[in-house]
């Protein structure tokens, strides 16, 4: 009964912060998601419109409508990671469906002959922006056990607090140590409890320095990640034509965040002499919460043939909730260490990511009824991303970080059309520059789209293909494995899209 009673203790538990910039860029970026046909273009959309999933880029597109209609998408995804870790290479595969585009637009147009506004258009869409469904599995003989993590964590904390008291559950001294005294001790609490660490001086509560029970030169090391989830956002959208060649819109954007994110670390093949030969570390996160930005943009025609778009996003803010819950286990671990498990949740505190705004230039071209090519050029500086509130001094610390290593994103997209008779051929491409300023920790995207879709006068079908590849250079832990994982992340999308008129 005690044990129970510990979980729902911890319901109304905070606990200190353990996010960092990996959370920030988590939400960063829109992929080339939306209609099939927004995709066949790879979202080279800011300067036409006309596509409920242009709003992403400027919201003046939906007063480019000439008529009321709705749009639905679905997609299957493909994520596939080619990982390289000392010398050893493996290799994920991961299918997805999702109904991933929905929305409508409503044309009003003005029976008013003097009045120089000619229509108002009221456009609602829903889009699934980033797909967090994810499997990763790296491997290698790694000379950087998991036992320089919790070393690495302990260094520094007083050994005494960390011991369970009379009449205490390991699981209630877990939670107690995190929602009191934070999660580096925490972690210093699951060292030396698994058997991985004991302190230098058993018998002086005062001990702040650690040695590791783990005996290597090299070790066998597997580790995964599996992710779920999703950033969706839902647009609800107000544009206006003035004139014959102005377009004005601006759009209130809601999003939705969730994301379970499960890793599990395996270590064996230690030395033969040491007590510890297996250790397993298994680590379970989820994220949900909600975002908001609004959004400004214009869409301007100076012949028949060249128009311009300017937009700009304001920041978005996410209000986030973060759950974790860890399993360990090693040779030398105490007899009750399995008590603490998955069932015992930790709760952090709310708090809150801003994403830069960004500003975004469009050039297009059209060639009469014959097609078209589009060019979009968007600006944002993720040096000013930062975690809140402010005051805490961990979140403090972590901006420094962010605005030290994070810097300017240019994203170039550059998309064609080429209709015969009812036939449209579509491709594109994109190139988003890495969001760290050395660049090495995260690569520049580049990706490639094509597409074809069908007029049948009152509606229209719509297919696209659309590929992105991006290096990143990534940590099993943020700290003590200073070695990264070499991961070539791949994304393929096949969408069918149809789009009813009104």
Known sequence: MKRNYTFILLLV???????????????????????????GLNGAFGALGG??????????GSAVFNNSLLSLT???????????????????????????????????????????WKKLALAFNYDLIKNFDDDLFVSGNSNQGIDNYFWDLA???????????????????????????GFVDQQAFLGYYSGILDP??????????YISNAKYSTIDQDYSQSTTGYNSKFTANLASQYGDNLYLGASLNVHSVFLDKLTQLSERGFDGDSEIQNITFDNFLRTQGT???LSLGAIGKLNENFRIGGS???PTWYNLSDE????????????????INFNIVNIYEDYTIKIPGKLTGSLAMIFGQDGLISFDYSYQDMSKAELRPGSDPSFASENDYISDKLSTVSTFRVGGEYRIEALSLRAGYRFEQSPYANGGTIGDLNGYSGGIGYNFGGSRLDLSYNYSTQDINKLLFDVGLPTPASITNKNSVISLGYTLNF
């Open 13 to 39: 538990c905070a606990f200190a912060s353990a996010q960092n910039i990996n959370d920030v860029l988590r939400l960063n970026g829109e992929g080339s998601y939306g209609t099939a046909r927004f995709q």
């Open 51 to 60: 596509d409920l999933s242009s709003l992403n880029v400027n919201p003046a």
């Open 74 to 116: 679905g997609s299957n995804y493909n994520t596939k990671n080619d990982a390289r870790y000392f010398n050893s290479s493996t290799s994920t595969n991961l299918n997805s469906l999702d109904l991933n585009q929905i929305g409508g637009v409503f044309v009003f147009k003005s029976t008013s002959t003097s009045s120089p």
């Open 155 to 181: 260094d520094g904390v007083p050994f005494g607090p960390l011991l369970i008291q009379d009449d205490e559950f390991i699981e209630e001294a877990y939670l107690d140590i995190g929602a009191t005294l």
């Open 200 to 209: 230098v001086d058993f018998s002086d509560d005062n001990n702040t320095a």
């Open 291 to 293: 975002g908001f930005s």
């Open 312 to 314: 700009y996003q304001t």
């Open 324 to 339: 974790t819950s860890q399993k360990i286990y090693s040779d030398l671990a105490a007899s009750d260490i399995s008590y």
